[in-house]
């Protein structure tokens, strides 16, 4: 599909009819009438992840579907790259599958869950989703409301996170969870097989592996090139691992204790939306969580929590917050999980003894995969400064540390 071929007025008309239905009751009309699309404009979207899917802004402005007056709806639509060779990556890797089914199925039986045991569904872990087909070997599409049009932005890298993004980040993905350990142990939902289009422990070892002997050899070079004799040892260690990998991150990825739930698994700032609060009385009063949104799904698979946990850390904290705050994140992380888990009448504590010093051991662990995929990323790094010195800083202390 693409914008000339296939999102059209009578396509978009036929989106919003379905979303509407299914969100605010069948027969949004009372005489059950379609919205009409009154006007619509389509743009191309300059994203951080344009070599995984094309990206389209769609603001469609239509009326009746439940409501009167004209209104608008403010869309993004991610398409498969019209590239060759990122179409035949995306496809061979099942990215498009998988990041459809978790908006399609997983984050829907996730909030009716929610709905069901705590009477109202959390602040939403993602963008709403409007549509999402998958056709094997063939076009993908996933339309979701932009939530530029709420403020919502991407965390700049370059930047990094303060603790209060990195606070909202954390409890986003401590009810993440929460919320598919407690389905898992509560309904016995096996979430393996439930969601057979999540990301096997196999299938990410292997893509790990790809991905750090494709960037660790740039990163040896780039290393070396700088001729700091401090560095010397570490990057003596980084050669060691520009071998086979694949059993090395399959056992990393694979959950070593009972506390195994549905992760993000690609936890870094530019998959993070945020919204800064109104003003100081509204940061008081709002959910920290409701100031973040978790995009790009496509490495979603079922692991050990402290695996997202890390890597967020790791990846996008400064050096000097890194150091500083991660005991506190960890506490903040742990504080979430647990009482979003007890709503659930799951206490992790009790029945499962999971301790926060268990955590902290589980995070310990998950620093590797952590740190082995940043080193994998040097791309992102490179031609910034700053960010080259911030992974020259994380390196260095993790090896310093054992890590690796």
């Given amino acids: 599909m693409s914008a000339e071929q296939g999102i059209t007025r009578a396509w978009l008309q036929t989106v919003l009819d379905a979303y509407l239905r299914r969100e605010r009751g069948a027969g949004a009309d009372a005489d059950g009438k379609p919205p009409t699309i009154d006007d619509y404009d389509i743009s191309a979207l300059d994203a951080h992840d344009s070599m995984l899917s094309d990206l389209l802004a769609i603001r469609v402005r239509f009326s009746g579907g439940g409501g009167g007056a004209s209104r608008e709806a403010r869309l993004v639509a991610k398409l498969l790259p019209q590239d060759p ?199 008081a009063d709002e959910d920290a969580g409701a100031r973040c949104r978790l995009i790009d799904w496509q490495l979603a698979q079922v692991s050990t929590p402290t695996n997202d946990v890390a890597l967020l850390l790791l990846s996008s904290l400064s050096a000097e917050v890194r150091r500083a705050r991660t005991a506190a994140l960890l506490r903040h992380y742990w504080a979430e999980l647990t009482a979003t888990a007890g709503r659930f009448g799951v206490s992790l504590e009790t029945e499962y003894e999971y301790s926060l010093e268990r955590l902290e051991q589980d995070f310990r662990r998950s620093r590797k995969l952590a740190v082995l995929l940043c080193a994998g990323s040097v791309d992102v790094t490179q031609g910034c400064r700053r960010r080259e010195e911030r992974l020259i800083a994380l390196l260095t202390d993790m090896h310093a540390e054992g890590v690796f």
């Fill in 85 to 283: 060779v990122s179409r035949l990556t995306v496809q061979e890797s099942g990215f498009d599958r998988r990041e459809i089914g978790v908006y399609r199925r997983l984050l829907p039986d996730a909030r009716a869950f929610q709905r069901r045991c705590l009477g109202a569904p959390l602040p939403p872990a993602a963008p709403l989703c409007y549509h999402a087909e998958h056709k094997p070997d063939c076009e993908s599409i996933l339309v979701l409301e932009d939530l530029r049009a709420a403020g919502f932005r991407v965390a700049d890298f370059s930047e990094c996170l303060t603790e209060e993004r990195a606070r909202a980040a954390l409890t986003q993905a401590a009810r993440l969870h929460a919320t598919t350990f407690a389905m898992r142990v509560r309904d016995g939902v096996d979430l393996l097989a439930k969601y057979e289009f999540l990301l096997r422990p196999q299938q990410a070892a292997a893509l790990y592996d790809h991905f750090l002997g494709r960037g660790l050899p740039h990163l040896v070079d780039f290393l070396k090139g700088l001729q700091r004799p401090e560095l010397a040892g570490l990057v003596a260690r980084l050669k060691t691992y520009v071998t086979d990998n694949t059993a090395l991150f399959h056992g990393l990825v694979t959950a070593k204790s009972h506390l195994s739930a549905v992760t993000h698994s690609d936890f870094w700032c530019n998959n993070l939306l945020f919204a800064e609060p109104a003003g100081s009385a509204a940061a």
